[in-house]
C-alpha cells in the first residue's frame, strides 16, 4: 500500500461484532476476543509499511484494542513511537473507536527512577508514553509487574491518581500475586476506580493463573482477565514441530532460548498438533480457542508479523 494514500476503515468493520467482543468483567468496556500485541513487529528494526499494513487489517475487521507498553520495541519506547505515527497518518479520526493500552513497570531507562512500581516512575512513563503516541489518554493504563519493595499503596495510588488526571480511563495490573491483586482490588475498589483487568501469561503449557487462583479471584471479583503469550512465543504453532528452523525467535536466542525445546516438550507439542488435527484444527488455533474457552477469559493478545498471521489467529473467535 502507498504510505501516501489515506486510510479509510473498512465499513464492515462491526458487521461480526456479535461473536467477537465480550464484556471485560463487570465493566461496561467490550473488548474483542482478539487483541493485537505490539511486544514485537513494531519497533524501529521492524518496516513500518508491515505495522501499517497489519493494524489497518486488525482495525478492519473489528479488532479494536492494541496493547503497548512503554519499552516495546525494540529498541524501547519505539512500538509507541510506531502508534503515534499510525495514530498521525492513519488512526485519528477513529480515535474514539479505539482502546489502546500502555505500561510500564519493567526497565525503560537508567538511573533508579526507570523501573519498578514507584510513583515518580509510573507518573513520568505514561506522560512519555503518551508524547510518543500523539494522545491526550490511554483507554488503559498498567502496573506491568509487582514491585516487592515499593509501599503497594505508592503504587496503586499512582494509579488512582492517573485516573483522575485523565491521562488514563481505566487501570489494570500484569503479573501481579494472587494477595497483592486482592489488596489491589480493595485500594482501587474504595478510590472508586475499580481494577479492570489482569493481564497474565496463560496457555495450554502455563497454566499458573489458573493454578494460583487468579482467575478465580477475578471471576468471584468482577475483573476481566487478558492473555499475554497465548502461543507461547510461537511454540504452540506448526514452528518447533520438526526442532528449530533457521530465523526462528528461538534461533536466535533471544526471549525463546533453544535449551527450552527439551525433547519432553517436542512430544508433548506433537502430541497436541496430532490432538489438533483430530478436530480438524490447527495447533494455533486449538491453543487460542482453548484460552477462549476458560472461564473468565476477555481476550487473548496476539502478535502478528504480517496479515496473513493475524488472519489465521482471528478465526479462533469464531470457533
Same mark, same amino acid.
Given at each position: 500500500m502507498d504510505t501516501k494514500l489515506k486510510y479509510i476503515a473498512d465499513p464492515q468493520r462491526y458487521s461480526k461484532a456479535d461473536n467477537l467482543y465480550r464484556r471485560c468483567g463487570n465493566s461496561g468496556v467490550m473488548l474483542p476476543k482478539v487483541s493485537l500485541g505490539f511486544?514485537?513487529?513494531?519497533? %524501529?528494526?521492524d518496516p513500518y509499511q508491515r505495522s501499517r499494513d497489519i493494524t489497518h487489517y486488525a482495525f478492519d475487521h473489528g479488532i479494536t484494542h492494541f496493547d503497548l507498553a512503554n519499552n516495546y520495541g525494540p529498541p524501547y519506547g519505539t512500538a509507541e513511537e510506531t502508534m503515534g505515527r499510525l495514530m498521525v497518518e492513519d488512526f485519528a479520526p477513529y480515535r474514539d473507536e479505539l482502546f489502546i493500552s500502555s505500561k510500564a513497570g519493567y526497565d525503560m531507562w537508567e538511573g533508579p527512577y526507570g523501573n519498578w512500581g514507584? =510513583?515518580?516512575?509510573?507518573? *513520568?512513563?505514561? %506522560?512519555?508514553s503518551l508524547? =510518543?503516541?500523539?494522545?491526550?489518554?490511554?483507554?488503559?493504563?498498567?502496573?506491568? =509487574?509487582? %514491585?516487592?519493595?515499593?509501599?503497594?499503596?505508592?503504587?496503586?495510588q499512582a494509579l488512582v491518581d492517573i485516573v483522575k488526571q485523565g491521562k488514563a480511563l481505566y487501570v489494570g495490573i500484569s503479573r501481579w500475586p494472587l494477595d497483592a491483586l486482592a489488596k489491589a482490588d480493595e485500594y482501587l475498589r474504595q478510590r472508586d476506580v475499580p481494577l479492570l483487568i489482569y493481564q497474565g501469561k496463560l496457555n495450554l503449557l502455563d497454566h499458573s493463573p489458573q493454578?494460583?487462583?487468579?482467575? @478465580?479471584?477475578c471471576c468471584e471479583h468482577g475483573?476481566?482477565?487478558?492473555?499475554?503469550s497465548p502461543l507461547a512465543q510461537g511454540l504452540l504453532t506448526d514452528k518447533y514441530l520438526n526442532g528449530i528452523p533457521e530465523g526462528s525467535r528461538m534461533s536466535r536466542q533471544g526471549s525463546l532460548n533453544s535449551s527450552m525445546l527439551t525433547p519432553?516438550?517436542?512430544?508433548?507439542? @506433537? @502430541?497436541?498438533? *496430532?490432538? *489438533? @488435527?483430530?478436530q480438524g484444527l490447527t495447533l494455533a488455533e486449538m491453543a487460542l480457542k482453548w484460552i477462549l474457552e476458560q472461564k473468565g477469559v476477555t481476550s487473548v493478545l496476539v502478535g502478528a508479523s504480517s496479515t496473513t498471521q493475524l488472519e489465521r489467529n482471528l478465526k479462533c473467535a469464531f470457533l
Open positions: 511486544w514485537h513487529n513494531f519497533g %524501529d528494526s514507584s =510513583r515518580k516512575y509510573l507518573m *513520568a512513563s505514561l %506522560d512519555q508524547k =510518543r503516541m500523539h494522545l491526550e489518554y490511554v483507554d488503559l493504563f498498567y502496573s506491568h =509487574r509487582y %514491585d516487592p519493595v515499593t509501599p503497594i499503596e505508592e503504587t496503586l493454578e494460583e487462583g487468579i482467575m @478465580q479471584y475483573i476481566g482477565f487478558i492473555s499475554f519432553e516438550l517436542l512430544q508433548q507439542l @506433537q @502430541q497436541l498438533n *496430532a490432538d *489438533a @488435527q483430530r
